[in-house]
């Protein structure tokens, strides 16, 4: 049986399900606590104590690690997979490589109902709403099975994913594929769908009025942290920490408790990539134009490092260092600190009883709220320009 069953420490869970996915007899399903996260709960009366939940729990038995070789600064050369990707577009140059072979392709959708759902297609179209980050943990019940199913049939697939969910692909596999890749984004920790929602309820009175969410929007700011959505037929834009969900993201303030001691962040890794923000970029690289976006990308192993000659013509790549990614991506090499802030539960509680905006202004802005507000109203070429004269 699953040990987290007998300890029910939220900190050893990371609400993967593969402990669903595995059980041949359904005794186990995901069920949301009062925060909106998923743990598994079990039926007793089904279980017949195989052990298979807990051999495929990543946090029990993870899977061998490596310590990558070599890390690149990359930038996809198709300026318009460019702008419409979170940093340097690393994920459509594997997505692509993959879709020419006929393989399958498994990442993160939102859905109609804007939930944060793992999906595996072939499909462009459902390959292109997986660009871009999602800063909410999105369900994989099902998908699992899905992947090893098309592995079994020899056919290639793509798995990307948060670092605890390649772990547990992996873990849920039980051995090596060669014809799975698996790519996992760097993570700051994920909030909960219900938290998310709570969000989105704070800017409309019907969540089927918006449409197109972006977490990471190019379009207002370039490459940076900008929030937006359609409103019916109106844009709307939320920018760095003066929106107040990428101000909790950023703070922390609604990670799941296992977030805060990931047993999966830290130079050695499990996957075959690794990528990420390169958000120090122009301290190490000063030649590079970042204004597009640029990404980091660890290369962990002999598999990841044949597909990296293939790519290497459709993107831009030079070598880095891990402690030049880490200045500002410190996850790259660090493990995280294993605290949750302190204020942590209180946030979730008081979104519970008195709703998001109570929160927003309670716990959700920074200090010069107002005034950095006003900065990041102003058109791209008058800050930049003001910028200059500050810094002459």
């Known amino acids: 049986m699953l040990n987290y069953f007998i300890t029910k420490n939220q900190n050893k869970c990371s609400g993967c399900g593969a402990c669903a996915s595995i059980c041949p007899h359904a005794a186990i399903s995901l069920q949301k606590n009062n925060e909106g996260f998923l743990y598994p709960e079990i039926d007793k009366t089904l279980c017949v104590d195989c052990g298979l939940c807990n051999k495929v729990c990543a946090f029990e038995n993870p899977p061998a690690k490596t310590t990558p070789a070599d890390i ?206 390169f958000w120090s970029v122009e301290k190490f690289h000063p030649d590079i134009n970042k204004e597009k976006g640029v990404s980091a990308v660890s290369v962990n192993s002999p598999k990841a490092q044949r597909i990296k000659k293939d790519l290497e013509e459709l993107a831009f790549w030079q070598e880095t260092k891990r402690e030049y990614v880490a200045f500002g991506n410190p996850a790259i090499l660090e493990k995280h600190s294993g605290k949750a802030p302190a204020i942590r539960k209180t946030v979730y509680e008081t979104m519970q009883n008195n709703g998001w905006k109570y929160c927003e202004k309670r716990f959700f802005r920074p200090k010069h709220y107002r005034l950095k507000k006003l900065w990041y109203s102003l058109p791209r070429p008058l800050a930049k320009a003001i910028k200059v004269l500050i810094q002459r």
């Open 72 to 277: 690149y600064l990359v930038q996809h050369l198709d300026d318009s997979i460019l702008s419409r990707s979170s940093s340097g577009g690393v994920f459509r140059l594997l997505s692509d490589y993959v879709l020419e072979q006929d393989g399958f392709v498994c990442g993160c959708i939102l859905n109609e109902k804007h939930e944060a759902i793992l999906t595996l297609t072939k499909e462009p179209a459902v390959i292109e709403k997986m660009m871009g980050s999602k800063y909410v943990y999105s369900k994989a019940e099902g998908v699992y099975s899905k992947v090893k199913e098309k592995l079994e049939k020899n056919q290639l697939v793509l798995f990307t994913g948060s670092p605890c969910q390649c772990a547990a692909i992996l873990s849920f596999l039980g051995k090596p594929y060669e014809n799975l890749i698996t790519a996992e984004f760097l993570c700051h920790g994920m909030p909960s769908q219900t938290a998310f929602e709570c969000y989105l309820k704070s800017k409309t009175k019907s969540l089927d009025s918006l449409s197109e969410i972006q977490f990471r929007d190019k379009s207002k700011k370039g490459w940076g942290l900008v929030f937006s959505f359609l409103k019916g037929k109106k844009k709307k834009y939320g920018v760095e920490n003066t929106d107040s969900y990428l101000y909790a993201f950023i703070s922390g303030y609604l990670n799941r408790y296992s977030c805060y001691e990931c047993p999966f962040a830290g130079e050695e890794r499990y996957t075959d990539f690794t990528f990420a923000d």
